[in-house]
T-cell receptor, first 112, second 113 residues
Framework: NAGVTQTPKFRILKIGQSMTLQCAQD?????MYWYRQDPGMGLKLIYY???????DKGEVPNGYNVSRSTTEDFPLRLELAAPSQTSVYFC???????????FGPGTRLTVL | KNQVEQSPQSLIILEGKNCTLQ??????????LRWYKQDTGRGPVSLTI?????NTKSNGRYTATLDADTKQSSLHITASQLSDSASYIC????????????FGTGTRLKVLA
């Protein structure tokens, strides 16, 4: 049982480039989440999904897109990367709404 | 507005000492409260979960308390170890809505030898 996995671990992007952060879970959880964490700050919700085919915006969705075609995968897409998107990105999942969230190890993204 | 506030922002203690972290919330309707530990460079990991009717819950050297009347929780760490150095995040779940988690900004704990 790998839990929540994220790839890549680190990435450096140039301004204007695009990339997809991958997230997968093998716990058959319905709910999945994307957060960003800036240095010394709390976690901010970007997008979340309550099941395959259903996604919704969080607190800070601008500049990001998500899709949820399967229960296991929840990729986060950055279009036209900006320096303000330099952050650590965490994916999480939970079995049901309000349940304990299980977090991945994070992706550290730098936009130069 | 649903909010979770944690104090102190950061804390330094000597190995072997005890410490207490605070969490105040204004989340309604309240469902449960969790404390997470986040090691540097890692994702948060759940330590304890408390529902409305629970006052105290322990996980090894970690003891969480909840006062639902005053909307306060604390996390007490006993006989601290170097491995306790981490950020501790209080997360309160609401009982309504499709997204229910309200995160505190965390307390950064440093344990010195």
């Amino acid at each position: 049982n790998a839990g929540v996995t994220q790839t890549p671990k680190f990435r450096i992007l140039k301004i204007g480039q695009s990339m997809t952060l991958q997230c997968a879970q093998d716990m058959n959880h319905n709910y999945m989440y994307w957060y960003r964490q800036d240095p010394g700050m709390g976690l901010k919700l970007i997008y979340y999904s309550v099941g395959a085919g259903i996604t919704d915006k969080g607190e800070v969705p601008n500049g990001y897109n998500v899709s949820r075609s399967t229960t296991e995968d929840f990729p986060l897409r950055l279009e036209l990367a900006a320096p303000s998107q330099t952050s650590v990105y965490f994916c999480a999942s939970s079995y049901s709404v309000g349940d304990t969230q299980y977090f991945g190890p994070g992706t550290r993204l730098t936009v130069l | 507005k649903n909010q979770v506030e944690q104090s102190p922002q950061s804390l330094i203690i000597l190995e072997g000492k005890n410490c207490t972290l605070q969490c105040n919330y204004t989340v309604s309707p309240f469902s449960n409260l969790r404390w997470y530990k986040q090691d540097t460079g890692r994702g948060p990991v759940s330590l304890t979960i408390m529902t409305f009717s629970e006052n105290t819950k322990s996980n090894g050297r970690y003891t969480a308390t909840l006062d639902a009347d005053t909307k306060q929780s604390s996390l007490h760490i006993t006989a601290s170890q170097l491995s306790d150095s981490a950020s501790y995040i209080c997360v309160v779940s609401a009982r309504s809505g499709t997204y229910k988690y309200i995160f505190g900004t965390g307390t950064r704990l440093k344990v010195l030898a």
